[in-house]
C-alpha cells in the first residue's frame, strides 16, 4: 500500500510513501493530508466471514492491507491485542440498543482517557514506539490540547523510552477532569505544560516548533494530531464491527457522528469506500457549524469559535475535511491545492453543483446548541435509562432527524463518557455521573505541570533543557537497534 498526499502533484509534494513513513510523518511537506492510492476492498464473502469474530480479529483483518510490511503478523496482532487490552471491555466498543427505536449506541469510550481517541491512539503509540525502536530512533511529540487529545496521547505514550511528549495546554482553560487526566501522568517522558494564553495560542506554538525547521530536525518532531493516516486507519474498524453486529453485509445501517475535525466520521467514509453498506451518514455539529453549512450550501465559510457545552467540537476547520474535498475534486491534488491557498486567503471554498449533489447523497447534517444538548441528555436518561454526555447527545438528537429509512438501524457514535463531562450533565439530569473505578482517585493524584509564558523561545529552550537532561540520564536506555533498510 502506497500513500499520497491530497495535494499530490503540487508543489513540493513528497513521492508515495509507505506506512511507516506516513505514520512519522503526520502532514505531507505539501501542507496536504496522505491517504492510500486506492482503497482495500472487501467482498461480500470477505466481509461475511468476519461475523462473530473478536474486535481485535476484526481490527487485525480490517487494518491488515493498510499496513503492508510495515510490521509482519504476529507483531501486528501483538501490538492490536495490547492497544485493545488497555480497554474496559473486550468487546472494546459495545453497541448498546436504545428500546426498539432502531437507534443504537457505538460506545468508544472505554479506553483509558474516557474518550473515543484512545481507539486509534493507544495503537498509534504502540506502533510508533516498536517501528522507532526497530529504526533506533527517538521521536518527541509536541502538541496542543483543548482537553482530549492531549490526555489521549499522554497515556498512549507514557514510559516509552523512544518517545517524549510536550502537551501543551491554555492554564486555566480546560476542565478539572481533562486537566488531571494529563498531569497526574508522572512519567519521566511526559511534559505537560500550561500556556498564559489560549487554545489558539497553544496552537500556534505547537505550529512554530514545527516551522522552526532547525528545531524540528534536531528533536525529529512528530504529531499525533487527527490528520495522522494511522488514526483514521484504527478508527475503521469500528464501523466494521459495529455493521457486523447488525448483519452486514446483508443488512445496511447509516451512522451518526458528533463531528469537530471530521477524523471520526472520515474512516467511516472509508469503511464505505472499502465495500461495507452503509446506506448514509449524518454528521452532527454544535454552534460551530462549517460543516453543516458546508452541506446546505456548497460554501465552505471559516468564522470564529464559539464555545459550548462540547468542547471537543469547537472547531473553527475541519482539517480532515480535506480528505473528502479530494474526492470531490475528482482527486486532482494541484486543483485541490489551488482550492486551499485560496480558502487561507479568502476564507471560503466553494464546490459545484455537481460535488455537493454527490456528497449530499451520502451525508446529512444537523447542528445543536447547547440548549437543544440538555434537553437531549434528559430525553435519553427519561425514554431509555442511558446517561451520555454532551457529544453523544448532540449526534443522539441529530440522528432522530434523519432516519430516511425507518428499517436502516441507526448507529450514534458515543464518543465520550459522561464523567468526563460531569458538570454539562449534572445540568441535564440533576446526576453527577461518577468516574470508573479505575480513575475513582483521579481527585487525589498527585499533578506535574510547568507554566510558559506565550512565547515560542521560551518553548524551545523548555525542549531543548528537557531533552538534554533527559539524554544524559538514560543513555544507557537508548534503543540501540539499527535500521535494517
Ligand atoms: C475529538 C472528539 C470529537 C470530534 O471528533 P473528530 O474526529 O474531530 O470529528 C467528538 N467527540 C469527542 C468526545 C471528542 O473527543
Known sequence: ??????????QGSPAPLNFEEVMLAGLARDGGLYLPESWPHFSKAEIAALQGKPYVEVAFQVM???VGTAFDEPTFRRLIAEAYASFETPDVAPLKALGDSGLHLLELFHGPTLAFKDVALQLLGRMLDHTLVQRGQHATIVGATSGDTGSAAIEAVRDRKTIDIFMLHPHGRVSEVQRRQMTTVLAPNVHNIAVQGTFDDCQD????????????????????????????????VYYFWAALKLGAPDRPVAFTVPTGNFGNVYAGYAARQMGLPISHFVVAANANDILPRFFERGAMTMTGVTPTLSPSMDIQISSNFERLLFDLYSRDGKALAEAMTVFRATGTLK???????GVRALFDSGRLDDEGTL???????KRFGEII???TAIGYAIAQQHRRDAAVP????????????????EKAIGLRPVLPPRLADLYERTERVEGLPNDIAALESLIDDRMAAHDGSRVAGRPQVKVST
Request: aromatic share 8%.
Open 1 to 10: 500500500m502506497r500513500y499520497i498526499s491530497t495535494r499530490h502533484g503540487s
Open 64 to 66: 491488515r492491507p493498510f
Open 205 to 236: 506554538l505547537a505550529k512554530a516548533c514545527f516551522n522552526d525547521l532547525a528545531f524540528r530536525d534536531r528533536h525529529a518532531l512528530t504529531a499525533v494530531n487527527s490528520i495522522n493516516f494511522a488514526r483514521v486507519m484504527a478508527q475503521i
Open 351 to 357: 464546490v459545484g453543483a455537481n460535488a455537493l449533489g
Open 375 to 381: 434537553v437531549a441528555i434528559a430525553d435519553c436518561r
Open 389 to 391: 454526555d454532551p457529544h
Open 410 to 425: 441507526m448507529i450514534v457514535l458515543a464518543t465520550a463518557h459522561p464523567a468526563k463531562f460531569p458538570d454539562a450533565v
